[in-house]
């Protein structure tokens, strides 16, 4: 879908994306990454917005270089801030977005009742975008990326800002898009619960390099289960006999993790401690999260 070879994006002195390679499959597709991590500069790269200093990106099997206007007609846009016209009605709006992207009135006017039905806007597309929550207004600049049909949509931190509810309609939304219109997504957000939620593969990046590119699926299930570890006194030799338990131990500082195998698990954890006569504060059953995986990855 995109493909990104050797690529190399400087600002100044500052180096966003060093020597930056990845090839993103199809599907539904996760950005993660700190902030100045290089994330939003690979986006606007492939969005055509900018270009690289050095290297190659390739968008649905185009060059960006010598055919942005053709790709810009299979890309859709979803920006992070807000930028929607307050004036206007939701349906005006997309009507209007439609046309700007060549489409003629009927169609646009056919296009955007399908796409507002979909996000069950209701009635409320007749009102004022200044009326609107900000879930609506969420809504609102997703359907303009999608009025005219993308191939790919970029969606640029979708949830961000919403309550709870209004955080769920989008991600429920957002998993609809490739069944409903064939489209595919690439989703950047600081929030790794939304691409733990909604996306096949995760694409981490840190200091302009890829650190990972995983199906996450795949990738959750190769992790399993662990117990946080803290205890006091002779933190070492706690640690020595569980491994001569043949248990595997990763710490940081007094704090442990050892993966859960059954429930002899908190036994075997307890007999240690006892015999090394340690104190045991906390022994805690967690499962591995998208958090656990990227702390790891960009620290």
Do not use: W
Not at 7 to 33: C, H, N, R, W
Not at 93 to 106: A, K, P, Q, Y
Not at 144 to 155: E, N, S, V
Not at 197 to 225: A, T, Y
């Amino acid at each position: 879908m995109i493909e990104a070879k050797n690529v190399i994006k400087k600002y100044g002195s500052v180096t966003a994306l060093d020597d930056f390679s990845v090839e993103i499959p199809k599907g539904k597709i996760g950005i993660l990454g700190p902030n100045g991590a290089g994330k939003s500069t690979f986006v606007k790269i492939a969005l055509g917005l900018i270009t690289a200093n050095s290297g190659k990106v390739t968008v649905l099997g185009e060059n960006l270089d010598k055919h942005s206007v053709d790709i810009r007609r299979k890309i859709g846009y979803m920006p992070e801030h807000d930028c929607i016209p307050n004036h206007m009605s939701g349906v005006e709006f997309l009507i209007e977005m439609g046309l700007v992207s060549g489409m003629d009135t009927s169609s646009a006017t056919q296009r955007t009742h399908e796409i507002l039905g979909h996000l069950q806007m209701g009635e409320e597309k007749y009102r004022k975008i200044e009326e609107y929550s900000g879930g609506m207004r969420q809504k609102i600049k997703l359907a303009q990326g999608l009025i005219h049909g993308p191939d790919i949509i970029f969606l640029d931190e979708p949830t961000s800002g919403l309550d709870p509810k209004a955080r769920q309609e989008m991600l429920d939304t957002i998993n609809g898009l490739t069944e409903i219109s064939n489209t595919n997504v690439l989703l950047s957000t600081h929030i790794l619960q939304d691409v733990e939620m909604v996306c096949d593969h995760v694409i981490i990046i840190n200091n302009g390099k890829l650190q990972m590119k995983e199906n996450v699926k795949e990738l959750m299930k190769r992790q399993s289960d662990f117990i946080q570890v803290r205890v006091g006194g002779d933190i070492d030799g706690f640690v020595d006999i569980l491994k001569s338990k043949e248990i595997t131990v990763t710490t940081d500082g007094r704090i442990l993790r050892v993966p859960y195998v059954s429930d002899q698990t908190f036994q075997q954890i307890i007999d240690a401690a006892v015999d090394n006569k340690c104190q045991l504060y906390e022994m805690e059953r967690s499962k591995v999260t998208m958090d656990n995986i990227y702390l790891e990855v960009v620290e």
